[in-house]
């Protein structure tokens, strides 16, 4: 299988996101040659990207394999893509959030897809499996990691603050794990999560569905599963 249909393949199986931490973007290049089916995705995707520069123009920009993001005291965070073997991947810019204050990069891997988030106030980055989806208030958001290539199956609901994410609570979703349903979540209201599993198999069962709650104390609870 070609490294593009690979990406093709991730990303539908992990279209949804999953709990963020940082990451270090890691090139090993004596991990196998420059892939020329890597160069060829990731040129095609440039002319794209670049039309999506106009909506933060000045504040991003590409040199080669390298993407550019200014930060408010002035510096530039850079984001390399990688061509060799099992570590190769790519930083596709989409947007800047400015409710999260970070700007949100796409990144398709020779073994994964993922978002990369990075604060515009501090620099820092969060690995995330999808895009936030905030709640109406702006005051959280939440993502969804459900595939089984890898194995992902977490709800998880953070923060921003200070030039940070923080997360408030991680739920699991054991179903996304043995490929038996795919499941989506969506805001109700600033304290209540529907999420809806649907069955992988094709069939017309009803999938899994249930709600996660924010009590009065604070805390993220699950019920009706």
């Known amino acids: 299988m070609t490294l593009v249909r690979l990406l093709s393949t991730i990303a539908i199986l992990c279209a949804l996101a999953g709990a963020a931490r940082g990451q270090t973007g890691t090139c090993d290049t004596s991990a196998g040659p420059p892939s020329r089916e ?115 199956g977490t709800l998880t609901i953070q923060a921003a603050a200070k030039g940070e994410l923080a997360t408030e609570a991680e739920v699991p979703l054991p179903t996304c794990l043995d490929e038996t349903e795919t499941c989506a979540a969506r805001w109700d209201n600033p304290s209540w999560i529907a999420v809806t599993c649907t069955r992988g198999d094709g069939s017309s069962r009803r999938g899994s569905e249930f709600v996660v709650m924010r009590t009065s104390d604070g805390q993220w609870k699950t019920f009706g599963r």
């Not at 965070?77 to 400015?98: K, P, S, W």
């Not at 995330?128 to 959280?140: A, C, F, M």
């Open 38 to 152: 890597f160069e060829l995705y990731a040129t095609e995707q440039w002319p794209k990207e670049a039309a999506r520069f106009k909506a933060d123009a000045g504040n991003v920009s590409r040199d080669g394999e390298r993407l550019r993001l200014k930060l408010d005291n002035g510096s530039t965070v850079e984001l390399a893509d990688c061509r060799h073997g099992i570590t190769a991947h790519a930083y596709l810019y989409e947007q800047y959030d400015g409710v999260g204050g970070f700007y949100v990069v796409r990144r398709p891997a020779y073994r994964d897809f993922s978002y990369t988030l990075v604060m515009r106030s501090s620099g820092k980055q969060y690995r995330v499996y999808g895009t936030p989806i905030w709640t109406s208030d702006k005051k959280r958001f939440l993502t969804v990691a459900c595939s089984w290539i890898p194995p992902r």
